[in-house]
């Protein structure tokens, strides 16, 4: 589902429009010059211009300012989630959605957050990483009674902290977080931030147990999931991150799974900058190609776009693609012919690994030999300007350009690269040019091989 702030604004009452219209008005307001280099003159958050988050494929609550204080309403309720084209299912989350949508708010700001509970199930909040008294803390059972079905509860504290926080039930977690009950929660500095931060993306990780031709995800799954979501979509699904040629770029990054994501960005060096602690000192900084986001952490990692067409992904391998079965022996070199149709007879959905490898699945699927099972994904389902990207699950593309406006989030569609800076083919024939192959003879143009590089490791003592 999407819910552009356009939609938002016609859903809205007029009290709550003109409200929205106003937190919107910062992202105009940063609209202005976007000279890398000059000095960021200095400013606030208080005074509302900061950059509002951007949640790709999510959306962010709106609030009503109530005496001084910020009104949020929460509601947990069952949905119905797409993942992507062909793989929907009965999920939990709030306000009709998973996740639910990110709360936006700044330091100092007092807010009272109402939650309905319109589950068939208690419920409660815990505002993960977020400094208030005990009893807003939103265990069930340890600092509140539940919220019972049909029940509204209110927490009201005041934030006295910046960062990339996150929310959650804590009540029959194993469950509701397993369905989908989980949103972020973004504070920005009172003090502004020290460097303009142009885009601001938020991305919730997920995973799921939606096994295939089944509707609701399975909460008993521990380990063998089948979907790895960023915000609860899978590649091809999930948004592309958009930027412009040299903007600064932060991607704050929560992990509410129940496995660790090293995360990997592609074109650049990002700097790991802060996370639920807030923006780290500087010195704490790490320039980084892959943050591991431990389970119940949040990272924030920040770059200087560079053109292209960048993936960024998880890098456990297995995570970059869809529902599989994963006990499957190991048919690598195998000849399957005729196999695969004889065990599917009495075991429907089977799927062999490929005998040279699983990218030979999607050209089954996309030539119609292989069907499968109902109510789920290809493995991989990405499609580039130059083929298959055989990539699904947490699996996205930063595209940077450098022709956008400012704040333009449109899908650009693929970076048409300058002439000659593409890999190209030069032969067809395996049998081309003399690598060296370790082990075996030696040629007669040996004696031209290439010297190994000297000295290159000693730069790093
Ligand atoms: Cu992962």
Redesign the pocket.
Known sequence: MKVSRRNLLFGAGSALLAQVVSALRPAHAQSGGHDQHSPTPPRTARDGRYTPVRTPNGWTLPYRMNNGVKEFHLVAEEIEHEFAPGSVAKCWGYNGSTPGPTIEAVEGDRVRIYVTNRLSEPTSVHWHGLLLPSGMDGVGGLTQPHIQPGETYVYEFTLVQHGTHMYHPHADEMVQMAMGMMGFFIIHPKDGEPERIDRDYAIL?H?WALHPGTYRPDPSVMQDFDL?TFNSKVFPATEPLVARTGERVRVRIGNL?M?????HMHGVQFLVTGGDGGRWKRELWRPEVTEIVGVGQTRDLEFIAVAGDWAFH???S???MGPMGHGIPNPLGVDQRGIEQEIRKMLPGYMAMGEHGMAEHQDHTDSGHMPGPENTLAMMAGKGPFGNIEMG??FTVIKVRDDLAPGDYRDPGWYRHPPGTVARRVSGDPDFGSPTRRGTPATPSSDTLPTPKRGGHEGHH
């Open positions: 990780l995973n790895w799974s496995w660790n994501h090293p995360i998880c890098h456990m297995h995570h970059t699950g947490m």
